[in-house]
């Protein structure tokens, strides 16, 4: 098995910016990828009923806001979960507040992989050789070259 390694992981702290270079260095090849500018934002673990429509509340609330859904997505199972990302943070926390919601934030961190088979599996194994749990990761966008995948961590 492959195995890459995490040579350099800085990232933002709200509304401040930085640019990060992230290196793995594979047995067999080297990767490099440049996550470029970025923003940390925050995701919102929202608890939902696991019963019709309590997500479609959840969205209502956060829309009736003036709020834009950036990114999500949702579980379920004995617990229905909602992992949404927002591009206003503090009306999010309104709606939220405003609908009796149980839910947590987290900053959002964000990486670009290359959009070819083992990034991701590089990335994740980096974190996790050194002791960084991964609670969140989904993509964020998509491109030819690369994929903008985010992620909590805790």
């Known amino acids: 098995m492959t ?10 702290i709200g509304k401040e910016r930085e640019k990060v270079a992230i290196t793995h260095y594979w047995r067999i090849r080297q990767f490099q990828y440049d996550v470029g500018t970025r923003v ?10 696991d019963v019709p429509g309590s997500m479609a ?8 806001a003036g709020v834009n859904i950036v990114s999500g997505a949702g579980l379920g199972s ?5 992992a ?14 405003g609908i009796g919601a149980n839910y947590a934030v987290d900053k959002l961190q964000t ?7 083992g990034s991701l599996a590089a990335f994740t194994r980096s974190l996790a050789d050194e002791g960084v749990n991964l609670r969140s990761v ?9 994929v903008v995948m985010g992620y909590t961590t805790g």
């Open 3 to 12: 195995q890459g390694v995490l040579l350099e992981n800085r990232f933002a």
């Open 40 to 49: 940390l934002m925050d995701e919102y673990l929202i608890q939902l009923e």
């Open 57 to 64: 509340a959840c969205c209502e609330a956060i829309a009736g």
């Open 78 to 82: 004995e617990h229905a979960v909602a």
């Open 84 to 97: 949404l990302v927002t591009d206003d943070s503090d009306a999010t926390r309104a709606a939220l507040d």
């Open 111 to 117: 990486i670009e992989l290359a959009n070819e088979p």
């Open 138 to 146: 989904y993509v964020l966008s998509t491109g030819e070259d690369s």
